[in-house]
């Protein structure tokens, strides 16, 4: 029985993934983290107001993180130096940083799992795309989401740009950074890859790579409501399986598929 403690187990993301874990015949949820519930049980669970006091008092194998980009690196590193696997859900975290947590978990022989979407179409969005990036030069990315996402780009952007670029640098006839006028305009860039962020009502989590060759065109997208939770179950489940057999960091779903 794998054991797993859910932090962000309040959030709209983790209470749905809480109860995925609760549900799974192959897993036992033995601790929660959330401030607001601190000191109480949830979902049968005892409750802790962070992660470094389920450390101290909770038994469980694999750490999964669905809390704040404020919090994140920290828990995923305290709980790597404990020797736990940790699968993190949780936005916003760069390239540099997930250099460190590599260094981390290989440092102690444990596994993370880092995905900026867990969500099975997700994983497949990004599979299609870096399969499209091999053989088309020219390609963007366009990040839409709700008014108050407060990171640009989304998790799944980023995590896409930042693949997309390990996988070929896209061609430019004029380099956005010299671009006259207003270079923003020309989006930002991650790894050398233009990353555009629409915050509009009636989106949601939404995110296209476009590419380009010669007079014709494709266009990926992955669009899900993210007022429900229900597809991450699947993706985040299966990574907390697959990471008590991994050292060091695997990022993307696509990954483990």
Request: overall charge negative; aromatic content about 6%; some cysteine.
């Amino acid at each position: 029985m794998l054991r797993i403690c859910m932090a962000g187990a309040t959030g709209l993301s983790g209470s749905v993934i809480a109860q995925g874990v609760v549900d799974a015949a192959d897993m036992e949820l033995t601790a929660c983290v959330a401030r607001k519930t601190a000191g109480q049980r949830l979902h049968g669970a005892p409750c802790f107001a962070s992660v470094t006091e389920a450390l101290e008092t909770a038994e469980f194998d694999v750490l999964i993180d669905y809390t704040a980009l404020s919090v994140v690196k920290e828990n995923t590193i305290a709980a790597i130096q404990a020797g736990k696997a940790v699968v993190v859900g949780t936005s916003g975290l760069t390239a540099a940083d997930f250099e460190e947590i590599d260094a981390a978990a290989k440092e102690h022989g444990v596994g993370v799992i880092a995905s900026g979407n867990f969500a099975l179409t997700a994983a497949l969005m990004t599979r299609f795309s870096l399969m499209a990036a091999e053989y088309l030069d020219w390609f963007e990315i366009i990040d839409y989401s709700r008014p108050k996402k407060t990171d640009a780009p989304t998790g799944t952007a980023r995590e896409l740009a930042e693949r997309m670029g390990a996988v070929k640098q896209p061609k430019f006839e004029v380099d956005p950074a010299t671009v006259k006028g207003e270079p923003g305009l020309r989006g930002g860039t991650i790894n050398g890859v233009q990353v555009h962020s629409l915050r509009m009502p009636s989106y949601s989590a939404t995110v296209s790579s476009t590419f380009a060759n010669g007079n014709s065109r494709l266009t990926i997208t992955h669009d899900a409501d993210s007022h429900s939770a229900d597809i991450l179950v699947p993706g985040t489940l299966l990574a907390a399986r697959k990471s008590v057999d991994r050292v060091g960091l695997t990022r993307g779903l696509d990954q483990i598929l």
